[in-house]
Every structure is written in C-alpha cells, then in structure tokens.
C-alpha cells in the first residue's frame, strides 16, 4: 500500500471511530426515554413486544463498525476502538456530573431539578453500560475474528450474525441486570424488556449485513485488498 492509500485509510479510520464513539456517547445519554413499534400486538412478560429504550437506536451501529474494523483493519484496530469509546463515555460522565453539582440560575430554561431528572441517572446507566458494554464488545471481536478464521475469511453473513447474536444478547442482559439492581427499571419488566431488546438487535444486526458487505465490497476495491487480507499498520 502506498504511502496516499495508507493515509485515506488511516482518515476512513478515524472517522469509523468517530461515529463509532459518538453513537456510544449518545445511547448512554438518551437511554431513559422508551418507544413502542408494534408489528406484532403481542405481550411477553407483560410488556408489549418491542418496547425498547431509544438508547437501543445508536447502539447496533457500534457492532456493524467494530465488524467492518475487525474486517478490515483487524482485531488489534477494532479494540483500540472499543477502549477508546470507554474512555469518552467516562469522560462524559465526568461532564455530567459536574454539570449537575453547579446550580441553575433563576433564569435558566432547565433547572436543577429538570436536570437531575433527565441525566441523574446518567452516571449509574454510564457504569451499567459500560460494565456490559466491555464485555459484549470484546466478545463480538474475539466471536468474529473465530469465524473469520475458520472459514478462512469466507462467508462474511456468518461471521458477522453469529458474532453480533452473542454478544447483543449478553449486552442486553448484562445492562438489564445492572439496571434492575440499580432500581432503575422495576425488576417485573426484566423478562420482557430482555426479549424484546434481544429480538430488536437480532432483526437490526440481520438487516445490516447488506449494509457490511457493501462497506467490505468498497474497502476492497479502494485498497486492493483481497479475501481475509487486512489493512496493516
């Protein structure tokens, strides 16, 4: 590779990166406000299926971009990655916190209140997060790069749903954990919110597969790469 491919590879990187942190940052944030999409009118557990947080939104964009690093640019990359968006979604917190220690003013269109309210839970979701998001990260990389290997870096939708199925479901279970313990989330709704996360993230992970292939397809074509051949420092 020549010395302007590595350099729009290493800008491809950083950008991956980017959205890769900023989709993390941003679940965190959001994540006390729920949604409903009804294709189905059916309860499990006594919640309706597909009740989910919003904080679920951004996050499967974190595995198709730790699947396309891990593709691409190999399993050390992908995880520079993963301890980065760790690092920033402390950092936040941080901000957080010392954003609800300093007082309102009188005129101040959210007060303390209103504050503490939005993002007082911030710093327990933060650690829930993180704590579950460690764990499922490192293991959609260690799951895909077992498949890559034994396929020989063939069959790229195997890889990619097999890796992304785990580790969505020890995330999604791990966080609900944390959060019930945390009283957060009443401990009633764990079954169903679990299902239903679960079955969200498996529908989102299967429709973006196209969406991975296409990214791998435009990676090897910019960079000659061929099959199982990764972008090398």
């Known amino acids: 590779m020549n010395k302007k491919d590595k350099q729009a590879a290493d800008r491809i990187y950083l950008i991956l990166a980017a959205l890769f942190i900023a989709s993390l940052v941003t679940s965190n944030l959001i994540f006390q406000k729920f949604f409903y999409w009804y294709p189905f009118q059916l309860e499990v557990f006594d919640v309706k299926l597909f009740e989910v947080s919003v904080g679920l939104l951004p996050y499967p964009i974190t ?43 009188s005129w101040s269109k959210v007060d303390d209140t209103t504050f503490v309210e939005v993002f007082g839970a911030a710093p327990l979701a933060v650690l829930a997060s993180m704590l579950a998001y460690l764990f499922a990260q490192f293991i959609d990389i260690r799951v895909y790069h077992f498949w890559k290997k034994l396929t020989n870096g063939k069959h790229l939708w195997l890889r990619n749903n097999f890796s992304t199925f785990s580790s969505q479901f020890i995330d999604t279970m791990t966080v609900l954990l944390l959060l019930c313990s945390f009283e957060i989330i009443e401990w009633n709704k764990f079954w169903g919110l679990l299902i239903s996360g679960v079955l969200f993230k498996i529908i989102i992970a299967a429709l973006d597969t196209p969406f991975l292939y296409l990214a791998v397809y435009a990676f090897r074509k910019r960079f000659r790469l061929k099959i199982n051949e990764e972008i090398l420092d």
Do not use: M
């Open 63 to 105: 595995f198709l971009i730790t699947d396309i690093l891990s593709e691409i640019y190999g399993k050390r990359k992908a995880n520079e990655v993963v301890i980065a968006g760790i690092f920033a979604s402390f950092f936040s917190l941080l901000i957080i916190y010392v954003s609800k220690e300093v007082p309102a003013t």
